[in-house]
């Protein structure tokens, strides 16, 4: 086991590659692996249904199909990507389908708007923005697990105050809760609810009790 090490740093020292999650959702080492060449040994699951049209791709559906397929992948030698697949794992070719797998038809649209959904997502991408805003809205990512990610307000204010540092121009550094919300959302009740929880410190993130 070689512990953390860049894939790029083995390229010669490996040709097969195992894989056995079934939770991981972005595959992203499986990707690098037949990338570079290798042999990769995966199960049958949906978050691999990509890898499957490759042929070093070894997918398995139970104990014995894995071990057949790591004993011919150790007696065999990979089959060089053609420049069809090593388009597969550019930039371009995912950019291109994440546009197929998002391209909403024109029958679609009347459906969704049949059905009301348009507006119901429309009033779900309000929300999440005006939540996500200022210093609350770092907050409420750490309430929710955002970790050191989190920190988006708070990464882009240091950002545009050190700007205004070089630059010699004077700044509050204060927090003002009042500018944190939209003038539309800004007046609701539950806008309120939330600045003077937390301006009172009535609530500390981390010290959940439920």
Request: aromatic content about 10%; some cysteine.
């Amino acid at each position: 086991m070689h512990g953390k090490v860049d894939h790029a740093a083995l390229k010669d020292k490996y040709k097969v590659f195992l894989n056995p999650s079934v939770s991981e959702v972005l595959c992203t080492t499986t990707a690098e692996a037949l990338a570079m060449g290798k042999f990769v040994i995966i199960p049958y699951h949906p978050s691999n249904q990509f890898f499957m049209q490759f042929p070093n791709c070894l997918a398995y559906r139970n104990e014995f199909e894995f071990a057949a397929n790591l004993r011919w992948a150790l007696a065999h030698e990979p089959e060089p990507l053609s420049l069809e697949q090593q388009y597969m794992f550019t930039w371009e070719a995912a950019t291109e389908r994440l546009i197929g797998a998002s391209a909403v038809t024109i029958g679609d649209e009347r459906h969704r708007k049949q059905l009301g959904t348009s507006k119901v997502d429309e009033r779900i991408a309000w929300f999440h923005h005006e939540m996500g805003k200022g210093a609350m809205g770092d907050t409420l990512r750490k309430i929710l697990g955002g970790g050191p990610a989190a920190d988006q307000f708070k990464y882009e204010n240091a950002k545009i105050l050190m700007a205004m540092d070089r630059e010699h121009i004077p700044h509050n550094n204060s927090e003002n809760y009042g500018e944190l919300f939209s003038k539309k959302f800004n007046g609701s009740v539950l806008a309120e609810a939330i600045k003077v929880t937390f301006a009172n410190g009535a609530f500390v993130p981390g010290n959940l009790e439920l």
